[in-house]
């Protein structure tokens, strides 16, 4: 009698985990402090899986480049460090700090390290923002995948590894978000 009361139960968590806005999940800053994203409630949010030895970590500097032009209007860029591509982001969350400020002068918010790809170790955001009901399904590819999110808080945007911070679609997509009251 136990075990499917226990199996209703976690049944339940997943489905309040699931229908749970993506601004209540859980979440640690690169500090380990607990947050969520309502702390910026009311921003523009691109979400990025980041990584600091991978061929796209160069975008660093145009997502601070990026950030620097557009927070002052309500974007605001949330960096996830993640080992799951080819263990390249196998940093503490110390080191992971430390690199992002002194090789790329990172102002941007950074959070702990997380899972992004499907499975047990996933991420609750990750599994929201890639589930199936999720606005842009799919399995997260590579490193710095990018999810634009709009004021409300709702996803209206997701970007490949190669697609570049400061590039036209990125730049027309966040300008867009921005504008929308």
Known sequence: MIKPIIAAAVALTALTAVAAS???I????IEGKDTTLKAYQGKVLLVVNVASKCGYTRQYSSLQAVYAKFKDQGL???GFPSNDFG????????????????????????????????GPAQSPLYAALTGKDAPF??????NFG????????????????G????GEKMTKAIEAALAAK
């Not at 859980?26 to 800053?29: T, V």
């Open 163 to 166: 697609d570049e911070p400061d």
């Open 26 to 29: 859980p979440l640690k800053d």
């Open 137 to 142: 399904p799919g399995e997260m590819k590579w």
């Open 76 to 78: 605001v860029i949330l």
């Open 87 to 118: 263990g390249q982001e196998p940093g503490s969350n110390a080191e992971i700090k430390e690199f992002c400020s002194s090789k790329f002068a990172v102002t941007f918010p950074l959070f702990d390290k997380v899972g992004v790809k499907a």
């Open 22 to 24: 993506l601004t209540d």
């Open 146 to 161: 990018k999810f634009l999110l709009g004021r409300d808080g709702k996803v209206i945007a997701r970007f490949n590894s």
